[in-house]
T-cell receptor, first 113, second 117 residues
């Protein structure tokens, strides 16, 4: 059973602060990792992909991957009220799993102005 | 880039009606498309994986005769909910991955909100 674990939250941060979202996964052979943002009533939107250990930055977002610890995180700097959403961590366990994504249940982020 | 179009965005129909939902990748070719269902305040649930030119692979518990999937080209997959009933009311979302490789992310359509009266 391939699992992706996230704290459901809600995680509340003040506007301008750094929001830190965490995710752990069970399948050691997983190679690709994604963060999606889902606003209430909308479909998920890809915000970050990461494939190798270390940090990957894109604007206010930084994804961090540690394969040894089976841990992936997302940092949002200068958080804005518009960042309030559910953030889904997704892991691709590989071709043997049909390239399906295993999603975490999501972390609700609330940015208070 | 990587735009996925889903149509219709909203359907309201009577019980017993069949409803077809289209999913198109507009600017890339997608060997594989995925169909999800999401109930309010719940996680995404994968229903089936759709491969171009072959039969869809359904997840456990999903009735293949109820949810017909066709993937006739590299840019189009359809989901038909046959003889829909109120319990089929949900948010249906498709996604597509590029043919470039297995590590590509899935890009989601905007979803179809289905309400069966």
């Amino acid at each position: 059973q391939k699992e992706v674990e996230q704290n459901s939250g809600p995680l509340s941060v003040p506007e301008g602060a750094i929001a830190s979202l965490n995710c752990t996964y069970s399948d050691r052979v997983s190679q690709s990792f994604f963060w999606y943002r889902q606003y209430s009533g909308k479909s998920p939107e890809l915000i970050m992909s990461i494939y190798s250990n270390g940090d990957k930055e894109d604007g206010r977002f930084t994804a961090q991957l540690n394969k040894a610890s089976q841990y992936v995180s997302l940092l949002i700097r200068d958080s804005q009220p518009s960042d309030s959403a559910t953030y889904l961590c997704a892991v691709n366990p590989g071709k043997e799993y049909g390239n399906k994504l295993v999603f975490g249940a999501g972390t609700i982020l609330r940015v208070k102005s | 880039g990587a735009v996925v179009s889903q149509h219709p965005s909203w359907v309201i129909c009577k019980s017993g009606t069949s409803v077809k939902i289209e999913c198109r990748s507009l600017d890339f070719q997608a060997t594989t498309m995925f169909w999800y269902r999401q109930f309010p305040k719940q996680s995404l649930m994968l229903m089936a994986t759709s491969n171009e030119g072959s039969k869809a692979t359904y997840e456990q518990g999903v009735e293949k005769d109820k949810f017909l999937i066709n993937h006739a080209s590299l840019t189009l997959s359809t989901l038909t909910v046959t003889s829909a009933h109120p319990e089929d009311s949900s948010f249906y979302i498709c996604s597509a991955s590029s043919t470039r490789g297995g590590n590509q992310p899935q890009h989601f359509g905007d979803g179809t909100r289905l309400s069966i009266l």
